[in-house]
């Protein structure tokens, strides 16, 4: 059981809790189990294997969920889930995943038409039925059948990236530890950076092929094996997750790792360049054909594929057929961006709104990330579930912001320098929730749209396109308001939004949250096509959330972006100058004149 998995158990005991109508303090404890387990980086069986830890030493985990915890990882199961799902009907866990509907509606549907299926469901929605329930009208129906639709199209549904690394992670640490390997790397949509992963793909090099696959068969999450050969294992991984490990001889090893990174259109595209020079490509090497003269050059490694093959080598991220084979050849790849360009990141809370940890803790944890500068950007007051804030507390907080930022270089140059920020609403009948003057006032300002997500394409396209325009706002935050696996995007004229975008100079997110990644990488590319600047940024809702960077950086490298296209790669003075547009209050006293 990964820490998704056991996630995913509180959340859908959350779920049912509540759909029953029981105690709302429970139901919020379970809400809150889940996502604690959810954002911790460390697998929960790691810890518990660990006899000088305790599950409890983790913050909000007690006694009683450390115990639950342990009886998941023991068994798979969940009692208390098993106990809340009697008597309920199976289809109500299907349409508990309907976007839009959550447990309250989910039962007034199910009590007041007797559904039992999302196929009921969709036909009741077709039938105009839906309206009749109290609660529901013409507008909600068309929108369940819609998202109906989003749910059938993720029935077959893969995995977020950072949940597959987590795996790939451990896996490979596993395998390395195997005598017989001399290497084994992780290939497939893994290693492309794809935002949700399927299979998960290993090659490795080793004489003793049997002792290999021997050991990969012990790896303790190891489930059915699929299939066991002389140079191939598969086997069904947690959750189901099908893994397959190929075992080759050195000198094969570039090949196969190229073939089996992919893409498929990008291999096609290999191998047509291959055809051309008379040779055939696949997972064993390059061959001549019978009707070349010119034998192939030996290319044991990746990069030697591609030399041969007369391009630079292509960084795996960017391997989808979308033109990159044309750029290698003419020596025209972009350099990517890296994690460790990243100088500042501009998106997060603190426990002033929904954060688990303080204005402090936040500072002090991107400090120890090496980060020069950061923002913070609690919730404007229209979120009033996180406890929004209003102008009166978000002026204290900047007053807490400039003391702390004025302790930061007490003795000497300050280790970094802390941005007042706000992450403002843009509401439902337009415009922002606070003031201008106060927003003009901010240092950096993240405008999002939480709210009136179902509203009609123009409705949305205004909203989004006023707020680039708006003098404060620095930059949109989470620009489509996907959810990965979750929700769609809403209905917006994005082009229309990065056309404004370029026009005021306004910064578009990729918010590197793995649930969101929005922008993702096709919008990231064309807003950069679009002469748009983009800014990374890991909307952390506590120190833990700060390590999402890199999946944000992934993200941005899929896009073909490089350090220049991404505004907070620029060190804080440059940054200042160029991105905030005018002197921050902080440095115009340094500043002469
Ligand atoms: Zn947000
Ligand atoms: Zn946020």
Known sequence: MTNADVAALFASLADLLEYRGENAFRVRAYRNAARIVESLVEPLATIRADPSRSLEDLEGIGADLAAKIGTILDTGRLPALDEAAAGVPAGVFAMLRVPGLGPKKVRALVEGLGLETLDDLAAACREGRVRGVKGFGEKTEAAILKSLAFVREHADERRLWEEADALVAGLLEWMRRCPA???????????????????????????DAAAVMEHFRRWEHAGEVLLSGGTKTSLRGPGGTQVDLRVVAAPAFGAAWQYFTGSKEHNVQLRSRARDLGWTLNEYGLRRLESADLEPPEATTEEAIYRALGLDWIPPELREGRGEVRLAAEGRLPRLVEAADMRGDLHMHTTDTDGEDTLADMVAAAIRRGLEYVAITDHGQRVTMARGLDETRLRRQWERIDALNAALAADGPAPIVVLKGIEVDMLERGGLDLPDALLAEADWVVASLHYGQSQPRERITARIVEAVEHPAVNVIGHPTGRLINRRPAYDVDIEAVI??????????????????????????????????????????????????????????????????????????????????????PSDAERRPG
């Open 499 to 584: 056309a404004a975008a370029a026009r005021t100079g306004t910064f578009l997110e990729i918010n590197a949250n793995p649930h969101r990644l929005d922008l993702d990488d096709h919008l990231a590319a064309a807003a950069c096509r679009a002469g748009v600047r983009v800014v990374i940024s890991t909307d952390a809702h506590s120190v833990r959330g700060l390590e999402v960077m890199r999946c944000g950086v992934l993200q941005a490298r899929r896009a073909g972006l490089a350090a220049a296209d991404v505004v907070n790669t620029l060190p804080w003075e440059r940054f200042r100058d160029v991105a905030l547009g005018r002197t921050s």
């Open 181 to 207: 390997v001399e290497r084994v790397e992780g290939a497939g949509s893994w290693r492309r950076g794809r935002e949700t992963v399927g299979d998960l793909d290993l090659v490795a090099i080793a004489d």
